[in-house]
C-alpha cells in the first residue's frame, strides 16, 4: 500500500487519505462561458509533476502533494498558505 | 517403506510415527514430513490426474511451484501436497479424477487429444443448436475439468490478519537471503526473514552445498509465502492462516531459481524429478525414490543429483549430458555411471516412468532427474517493477530491477553459484544498511560486487524446443499444452506473448507459468524470429503464490451506526432499516403495514408525531468569517442572516448541480449550526475543509454529527405538547416565530430548536447532546398521545408538500432551476459555488423540470423510474412515488421536459406493468400549497 505523507502526521497509509482533484489555478471572472466550460470539464492529464489536493480523512487536513503522474511518485507534501 | 538411513531425512522425526489416509487407504509417514515425501517413500508417485486429458501426475520439483501436486484434504481443496506436512488423520484425495487415481474412466479422453486443439474452447463448442454450449457441453467440461471439491458446509478457522514493520524484510532464507539478512542485522536493522519452509537454508537444506547455522539477531518468519510486493515497500506473507501485512524500509528479494522441466515426449510421467527434488526426497525426507535412475545433466545441478543417488546407494544407469559440463568432469568421472552424450527424447511408461529413450536407445529406470537450469523467481521482483531479460550469449534468463528500496540477491540476480550467492547477499545487505542510513558493517569494500559465478556459463541449458511429431511433451503441465499447441498458437496469428497466453490458455492453470513461462517465451521468439527478451513473459500481478480466499477474508466487519435511540425504537416495535450506515426506523408496530403508515401520517397531520432525526448531518461553522464562509458555501444569504434565525441552505458543486441541503441556525454572529442530508454529511465536511484550504477564510468546522441527536416534534399538537414540559425556551407563535431557533432547556435537557416544516406541520427539531437523547425522547412521549414515526411516514409527508429529496429525486446534473427552487439561490452576492454554472446554464434555457404529479385515486403499477412518456417516446422518470394517506390517490416527483411542466397538463407514464396510465402536473405542493398549516395548532 501506497505511503503518502501528511503535513502534520507524518506518512500514513494512502487508505487514510481522499483525493480531491487537481490544483487549478483561478479563473478569471471575466473569462468567456468557454473558458470556463474547458476549465469546469477537461483536466489536463498531463504526464510529469502535478499538484493535488488531499486530504487526510481522519484529522480533516487538506493539503496540496506534488506527484509525477508517470512514476505516481509524491515529490512533497505542504499545507495550504492562508493568503491572509 | 523405502526409507534411507540418518543422516539422510534431516526433517524426519523417526520416533513419531504419523499415520494419514490417501485415496481411502492407511499411509504412515513421519511428523516433519510432506504429504508428497509421505507418499514418495511408500512408491506413490503419482498423485493426481492431468486437467484435460486426465494423464498421471505426480510431483516434479517438490518446491510448492506445480499444480500437479494439489490434493484435496478432507474439505479443503487444492492443498499442496508437497510443501503441507503430513499429520494424524488426514484423509487425502486426489483431484480431477473420475474413479480412482489409478483408473480414472476419464483418461481415454487422452486418446482423442487431436480433436482437443489448441484454442478449442473458443471454437468447438459451439453446436449443434445455440443453446448446446449451455445446455451440453459446458457442463461436461465442469465435471471434467474442476480442480477440487467444494463442500459449501465446510468451515475453516477465520483467517487472522497481522501488521509488521521492520528496516529490513528479506524474502527468502537460501544462501543469499541469509547473507543479506546477517550482514544486515549485524549492522544494526531490524531485520525480517521471512521463508517458505520450515527452516532456513533453502537450497543449502538438500544440497551438499554447506549448512546454515541458525541466525542471529533477526527475526525468522518459517512457513511464511510473500504472496505479493506493493507500493512503498508493503507486502503480504502468509503463515498458516495468518496474513501479515509487513511495512519494510528495505526489500531484498532472494527468491531464488524454479527448476524447469525437460520437454520431450511423455515428460510428465510421475517419476520423473528435477534435480532437486530427488535431493530433497533423499536429504530432506530420507525416501528413496526409486531403484534405478537416470540422470540428465544440462546443467552441473544434475551431478549433484546422480552424487545424492549414489550416496542412497541408488544405481544410476546412466548419466545423459546432452553438452560438456566444463570442470566437473572430475565429478562425472567419480560418478562411475555410464555417460552418454545426447538427451532424453522420449519418456514411456503407465502411470510411472519405466524406461527413457536416448537416440535409439532405451534404459530403463523408475526415476529420471533432470537438470535443464533455473528461472530466476521473477513473479516478486516484476511485480516491483523488474523487467525480465534474455542474455543471449550466456543463455540466461535475466532480471533487471531498478527500484530504489527493493534489491535482488542470489540466484534470482543472476548469481546462482553458492560462493557467488552468498557474496551477492552481502552486496545487497550492504546496499539495504546504506539506503537505511545505517554505517556499513564491518566487510570490505569487495563485496560491492559479487564475484563471477565459475558455473555461470552452465547455468542455463537451451534444450531444443521442436515439436515431437507424436506429441505429448508438454510445455504447461497444469493446462496440457504441447509444444504444437505453442507452436499453432502463433501460427493461428498471435504474435504477442499475452494473445498466445489468452489463446493457449498457456500460464493460467494453478503455477502460473512458473515451470512454462520460459520455454513459451522461446517457442514464441522461436516462431515469430525475434529475440527471446523482446517476447517476455506474462506481467506478474500479485498473489505470486496461491492464497486462501479465506486468508484475504479474514474477519467480516460492517459498519454499522445506531442513533442513541435505537433502544427506544426496539421497545416500540420499530421495524429497523439500514440507511446507509446508519439504522433508521422504517415503520412501527404490527400487522398491516400500510395501514400502520397511514396512522402515522394522520397522527403528523391530526395530532402531533415525533421522528427520530438524530442521522442528519450536523455542522457547527465557527469564527469571524463563518458568515461569509457560508455565504460562498450556499446558495442563499447567510451573512445577512440575523442571530436566531434559521435559513434553508441548498448547495451546489461547481457544474451548478445541486448536491445537498439543509438549515442553518445562526447561534452568534461568529457561530452556525448547520445541518446536512443524513449521506452526504461526510462529503460536505470534506468539502468545506477543502474550500476553505482554497479561501484561507477564519473558520473552523466541528462535525457533530454523532454528538448531537434530533427529535422532530411535528403537528398541530406539537406547540402543546412542547409547552407542556418543563424549560426556559418560550414555544408561543409570537415568541418562536417559523423559520427561527433558539437555544435552551427542555424538560433538563441542553437544546437547540428550530422550527422548520419538513412535514408542511408545525414543527420544531430539538438537537441535543447524544447522550441526553433518550432522557428528552422519554418526556415528549410522557407528554401525551405523541406518535412515534418511521421513514416511509416521512417521505409521504415531504412528498405530499412537494419537498424533494437530494439524491432521491436529483441527480448529478439537476439545478435549482429544474428543481423549482430558483428562490434559494441569490442573485446579489457575488459569488456562490456553482453560481457561474447556475448563471450559464440559465442562459442555455431550462430543457427539463422537476415536477410533483397527481394521479388518480386507483392508479395502479407506479414505482419509481416508471417512465415519462412525450409522444410515445420516453421522455422522463418518476423520482418518488407513495398513495397519499392524506389525499386518497397516489402521488410523485416526475422528471418531465419543460413544455410538459405548467400544472395543470396532463402527463403519460408507463406504469411497472405496462399499462399507460395519466396524470396531472400539480402547483409546488399536494398538500396546503398556502402554507397555512405551519401556523395550525391544537
Known sequence: ?84 | MMRLPAPFGTRIDRARPVTFRFEGRAVQGFAGETIASALAAQGQMMLSRSFKYHRPRGAFGLAGAEANTLVQVGAEPNVQADLRNVAEGLEVSAQNVAGSLAFDRTAAIGLFARFLPVGFYYRTFMGPSRQAWLRFWEPRIRALAGLGRVDPAARFPEGEKGHLHCDLLVVGAGPAGLAAAELAARGGADVVLCDVGPEPGGTMCHTPKGAAGPPEGLRVMTGATCTGWFADNWLSVVQGGMLWRVRAGQVILAVGGIEQPAVFRNNDLPGILSAGAVQRLIRLYGVMPGRRAVVLAGTPEGLDAAEALTAAAIPVAAIVLPRPLPGHEARIAALSAEVISGRIDEADGRGRVARVRVGNRWISCDILAVAVGQAPAWQLPCQAGATLGHDTAAGRFTLRLDRPGVHLAGTVNGYAGHAAAIADGRRAGQAALRALGLPAADEPAAIETAPKDPDAALAFWHQPLAPDPRGKDFVDFDEDLQVADLVNAVAEGYRELELVKRFSTVGMGPSQGRHSALATARIVAEATAREVAEVGVATARPPAMPEALGTLAGHGHTAERRTALHARHLALGADMRPVGAWWRPYLYGAGDRAARIAEEVAAVRGGVGLLDVSTLGKLEVRGPDAGEFLDRLYTMAHGTQPVGRVRYCLMLNEMGAVVDDGVALRLADDRFYVTSTTGAVARVYADMALWNAQWGLRVDVANLTGAFAGLNITGPRARAVLAALPGDIDFSGDAFPYLSGRCGVVAGVPVRAMRIGFTGELSYELHCPASLAPALWDAVMAAGEVRPYGLEASRILRLEKGHILIGQDTDALSSPDELGMAWAVSSKKPFFVGKRSVEMRRRLGVARRLVPLAFPAGTRGLGESCLVLADGVPAGHLTSVALSPTLGHPIALAWVPAGLAMPGTRVTVRARDGAVVTGDVAGHAFYDAGNTRQEVQK
Open chain 1, 1 to 84: 500500500m501506497k505511503l503518502l505523507t501528511c503535513p502534520l502526521n507524518g506518512p500514513r497509509n494512502i487508505d487514510e487519505f481522499q483525493y480531491l482533484g487537481p490544483l487549478r489555478p483561478e479563473l478569471s471572472k471575466d473569462a468567456p462561458d468557454a473558458a470556463w466550460a474547458v476549465h469546469l470539464f477537461r483536466a489536463e492529464n498531463r504526464p510529469g509533476p502535478m499538484v493535488e489536493w488531499w486530504r487526510h480523512t481522519p484529522s480533516n487536513t487538506v493539503f496540496l502533494a506534488e506527484r509525477h503522474t508517470v512514476t505516481d511518485t509524491v515529490l512533497r507534501t505542504w499545507l495550504p498558505e492562508p493568503d491572509a
